[in-house]
């Protein structure tokens, strides 16, 4: 499977915290993209990262990304309530003209 | 800012019945997408679309499916003969540059019911 593939599958934290979740995939890709999706609702681009990146900030996200490994990490620091949501990565492969998303990480920030 | 839109944000049909479901991708995008998900499962590729014709499609994007786009702003995903597993949120999305090689920007999504 080419999946990107999310752990923890769940992560409860206390708000203030920072959130780190994990993806890992199977073969060579482009990029790179994480989502949110709040409950029962559309998908929300959070960032985007190049094969040829390592870091990239947007606010408080923080992505990684270790193309060695095959492996990439999204970290929100001073989590919120609404913040709470499934996070997903997604993966582009060059030999396709679609991205593969992985089974995601419900985040949940207690207040 | 400019948003993909989709209609019907629910469509509750009959086992068999067609359905069609429709989206309006960002005004300047060339790349068309659909996806669905089922409840409580990962969202789930079904078909590209770029300048009027498929680029790709999965192995779930079976002949009961089409896509059309029929004037310059609509994009629509139409099931022939629905089943009962078709039930599921149907993301239309679209993107500006190739496939991943851009941000692709996703509607609120149709839930589609088949009893």
């Known amino acids: 499977s080419q999946q990107g593939e999310e752990d923890p599958q769940a992560l409860s934290i206390q708000e203030g915290e920072n959130a780190t979740m994990n993806c890992s995939y199977k073969t060579s890709i482009n990029n790179l993209q994480w989502y949110r999706q709040n409950s029962g609702r559309g998908l929300v681009h959070l960032i985007l990262?190049?094969?040829?990146?390592r870091e990239k900030h947007s606010g408080r996200l923080r992505v990684t990304l270790d193309t060695s490994k095959k492996s990439s990490s999204l970290l929100i620091t001073a989590s919120r309530a609404a913040d709470t949501a499934s996070y997903f990565c997604?993966?582009?492969?060059?030999?396709?003209?679609?991205?593969?998303f992985g089974s995601g990480t419900r985040l949940s920030i207690r207040p | 800012e400019p948003e993909v839109t989709q209609t019907p944000s629910h469509q509750v049909t009959q086992m068999g019945q067609e359905v069609i479901l429709r989206c309006v991708p960002i005004s300047n995008h060339l790349y068309f997408y659909w996806y669905r998900q089922i409840l409580g499962q990962k969202v789930e590729f079904l078909v590209s679309f770029y300048n009027n014709e498929i680029s790709e499609k999965s192995e779930i994007f079976d002949d009961q499916f089409s896509v059309e786009r029929p004037d310059g702003s609509n994009f629509t995903l139409k099931i022939r003969s629905t089943k009962l597993e078709d039930s599921a949120m149907y993301f239309c999305?679209?993107?500006?540059?190739?496939?991943?090689?851009?941000?692709?920007?996703f509607g609120p999504g149709t839930r589609l019911t088949v009893l």
């Open positions: 997604a993966t582009f492969y060059s030999s396709a003209s679609k991205i593969i």
């Open positions: 990262i190049r094969s040829n990146e």
């Open positions: 999305a679209s993107s500006q540059t190739s496939g991943g090689l851009g941000e692709q920007f």
